[in-house]
């Protein structure tokens, strides 16, 4: 009985981050049918001057990604908001410790909310783009930024672009702002910004201190018990 020959056909192609090689058996005499396969599209990372071309020219929209709270202090005229990150208003007991901790320290000194991630925020923006829309992500430091742009590829969105190192590293009068501050400034508040590095390094050892204590009280008892009394 003769068999059914099979012949291979290899088709090569290359996306932005690794080459990938599909190799398709089909008999001899029946049509070739292709599997789909997706090509992941790469975030372009620009610098203020950069991003303002891309707006003007390319027609990019501006997404911001931070908290309410830093988008309040300054953000950039007719830009769109959607956070990565929302309040955490939680109430298990877990969520109150950390949340008394982080006002008592981080929130106290350096005006930082108490946030988780936002479960909605990829929903959020297709609500109101669609995939093939192009979207200029914006943050404070340029790590949430990166991070919501990741989220966004994962989710099918081909044209994102990230301002590197985020709005700390704009020059006043680079773009038209709504806000209280400088967008370079959004980022500062609590003691830090009112006494500036004084508080900051007070800020920095009372929390070295009470993680100390906290996790190594025994050795914490010692070094009290050496402190010479009156």
């Not at 959020?124 to 930024?145: A, H, I, P, Y």
């Not at 590197?164 to 704009?170: D, I, N």
């Not at 009112?194 to 204590?213: D, N």
């Amino acid at each position: 009985m003769g068999g059914v020959g099979v012949s291979c056909s290899t088709l090569s192609s290359t996306s932005h981050f690794q080459p990938s090689r599909l190799v398709f058996k089909v008999p001899h005499g029946q049509p070739l049918q292709r599997r789909s396969f997706k090509i992941k599209a790469e975030v372009n990372y620009v610098n203020a001057e950069e991003a303002k071309k891309l707006i003007a020219v390319e027609e990019y929209t501006i997404l911001d990604v931070r908290d309410k709270t830093q988008f309040e202090r300054a953000h950039i005229e007719s830009c769109k908001h959607v956070p990565l990150f929302i309040e955490n208003q939680d109430n298990d007991i877990g969520t109150i410790v950390n949340r008394t901790l982080h006002n008592n320290f981080s929130g106290l000194f350096y005006g930082l909310p108490f946030t988780k991630r936002n479960p909605e925020f990829v929903q959020g923006v297709k609500s109101q783009f669609s995939q093939d829309k192009k979207l200029l992500l914006v943050c404070q430091e340029g790590l949430r930024s990166a991070a919501a742009a990741s989220k966004l590829e994962e989710a099918g969105f081909q044209n994102i672009a990230c301002i590197t190192s985020g709005l700390q590293s704009v020059k006043p009068g680079t773009f038209n702002t709504v806000g209280s501050t400088e967008l370079q400034d959004a980022g500062k508040a609590g003691l830090v910004q009112i006494q500036g590095k004084v508080s900051a390094v007070l800020g920095t050892v009372l929390i070295c201190a009470f993680l100390f204590i906290t996790f190594f009280p025994d050795q914490a008892e010692k070094l009290l018990q050496m402190v010479p009394s009156g």
